[in-house]
């Protein structure tokens, strides 16, 4: 009998499909036409996203998310540009970035099913600049998940982008994944995040992470596939750090402004893990408690500390404290998530996760808050406030167990 969690629970800020035998064994072209009607609800459409996600061993329904972020991406660089252009071509562009949040979606979903067969499409999708910035960062990190061989070039070439910030920092997190997890290590090219001025390699025989501003930080565990997903049930854009290091350590890493993105997810999802392996538990002791409410704080203090610059480390740190649903008493945690929903300059990607985490911890003001920017302009702050909502209302009935 499998377990799933009805929205984001404990483990995925984006599986909260409510699902059962039935919703199972849908039949899978009636959920591919409910996957790409824009006229549908967005939370309507997430459940049939993560429904077909659920039968991942079913080669019909990869085909059908890939189908669906394959549907649009066909404005070609050529088609018009963005001053000017036939009508036609126009309005393919504003389809585009109008859904974007379920496309980015999609993205996630196939990086997570480890689909390869979607790797051409998530290259094509990537490598348009029309498509939204949050669609290409997803993308790219999909491909790091799926982590083929055939992905290197692009990632390589993705970490110059000229648009998107995002791209280019998910880009070079995403290439290292895929040359640690394939030991294709160009000895040739350092891997190189886009953080400040930070220039890091990765020593793939050793796990040793190096960085220019600081010596050995740490090394990160052997990445296993079939145990990846054991404590997140989700496969991290960075592998853990090894369960050696000290937990103080792994938050002065999180905290720590000249440490590079690499080394500062590695130790998130490292502290996530040793947090999440106490939830579940009959009975907690005070080093439990400690370490939790630790791992919420150290997260909610980096979330909003004038000096992290990077969208994508403060959208990941959201959909880790989303993960950790079962300290949704920390106020560290809970106002750090509350303003970023809140911040009109904050990056939509960091709201929309943001919003996501929040209906994943419910507590005190949360269905307020959702409910305040159903009305938001940007649109993918609006959709992710329904979808959180959902979130929220699904997460009081718990888990949901299939046969």
Known sequence: MTLFFISSAVYDARLYIKTSKTTEMQNIASLSKTLIDQSLPIQDRFRALFTLRSLETNQAAVQALIDALAADSSLSSSSADDDGGDDDAHQKLSSLHADALFRHEVAFALGQMRAKAATATLISVLKNQREHGMTRHECAEALGAIADETSLEVLRDMREDSKHREVRETASLALRRVEYMVGSRDE??????????????????????????????????????????????SVDPVPAMDESIETETLAAIILDDAADIWD????????????????????????????????????????????????LLKHEICYVLGQLREDDDNEIARKALFECLEDPNEHAMVRHEAAEAIGSRGGRGAEALLR???????????????????MLKENEEGFVALE
């Open 264 to 311: 500062r997810y590695a130790a998130m999802f490292a502290l996530r893990n040793r947090a999440q392996k106490t939830f579940g538990l009959v009975k907690k002791t005070q080093e439990n408690e400690q370490l939790v409410q630790l791992c919420s704080s150290t997260l909610g203090k980096t979330l909003r500390s004038e000096t992290v610059q990077s969208a």
């Open 372 to 390: 305040k920017y159903l009305s938001c302009e940007d649109r993918i702050v609006s959709e992710s406030c329904e979808v959180a909502l959902d």
């Open 188 to 233: 040739s090219t350092a891997t190189s995040t886009t953080t400040a001025t930070n220039t890091t390699t990765f020593n793939n025989s050793t796990g040793a992470i190096v960085g220019s501003k600081k010596e050995s930080i740490g090394k990160v565990a052997a990445v296993n596939e079939e145990q990846e997903e054991e404590f997140a049930y």
